[in-house]
């Protein structure tokens, strides 16, 4: 499908990042996609989930990324953050392609350079809100410092609950938890999967308020996987997929535009 005016009204696919020319160092995007395509084969035959996707996501930037069913999200999300390998194509994480690391580096680099939340909150239920928070730095060989740990807590609104165990905590205050644990290590790049898809509406909202919030304040780079159009307001662009192409993005929509933009894709 083509982007129009009207459904993708302030820019096109966004332009291959590899083309353009960065200045210092800290000017390279945080995320960069190059040529990205993923082939699955079975029995029944090939399937194509992407088809040569290129993008780059600027640093400090928040970015939700939609399309209808089959259209290759959750794919571009698996892929960007190593947990598959794509077929062809280049991604280039803080500045380290990822296409020549081995299973041991990968797992270092999304350890120390990602950070990551989904719609089940992956919490485990036998640690305190504390040990689940400082589990990543253990797991990095860190002793977390307890400051570190209860200044995230408070980043997130959750003081006085380092103590808790998950199953004393609302489903909210357990997804602020697994925002925490992902912003402990201050990664180069957190990505969210449907991180509200449990939540009522106004919860939502303040857990997508915390997703901006790291944005603005720590210079966070995030990258949401969504359908809600009101969830992928929060964003500062909208990244649209159809058929593993990128279809268009949009600036700062409102949920209106972004509904508006996801039934033409669908058309």
């Known amino acids: ?42 029995k029944a035959g090939a399937v194509d989930a992407l088809r040569g996707v290129t993008y780059h996501f600027a640093r400090g930037s928040f970015t939700a990324v939609m399309g209808p069913s089959g259209s290759g ?5 698996q892929c960007a953050a190593g947990l598959d390998r794509p077929t062809n194509g280049t991604v280039v994480l803080n500045g380290i392609p990822l296409h020549g690391l081995g299973e041991v580096a990968l797992t270092k680099l999304r350890r120390e350079q990602m950070g990551f939340v989904f719609q089940a909150y992956n919490l485990l239920p036998s ?13 990095m060989g860190r002793r977390p410092g307890r400051g570190e740990v209860e200044a995230v807590l408070t980043q997130v609104g959750l003081d006085g609950k380092a103590k808790r165990r998950p199953a004393e905590l609302s489903g ?37 308020g915390l997703l901006r919030e790291a944005t603005v304040r720590s210079g966070q780079t995030t990258v949401m996987v969504t359908h809600d159009p009101v969830a992928a307001a929060y964003a500062e662009r909208v990244l649209f997929l159809s058929d593993g192409l990128v279809a268009g993005s949009l600036d700062r929509g409102t949920p209106q535009q972004i509904a508006a933009a996801m039934s033409e894709l669908e058309r």
């Open 1 to 42: 499908m083509t982007s129009t005016a009207s459904a993708f009204p302030t820019s096109p696919a966004h332009p291959s990042s590899a083309a353009q020319p960065y200045g210092p160092a800290g000017d390279a995007p945080a995320l960069l996609l190059d040529g990205i395509a993923k082939t699955y084969r079975s």
């Open 73 to 77: 999200k959750s794919t571009l999300l």
């Open 127 to 139: 640690l305190t809100v504390y040990d689940n928070v400082a589990l990543p730095l253990r797991l």
């Open 172 to 208: 909210g205050q357990q997804q602020r938890v697994a925002i925490a644990r992902a912003l402990v290590t201050r990664p180069a790049v957190l990505f969210a999967d449907e991180p509200t898809g449990a939540l009522d509406s106004g919860t939502s909202r303040q857990v997508l």
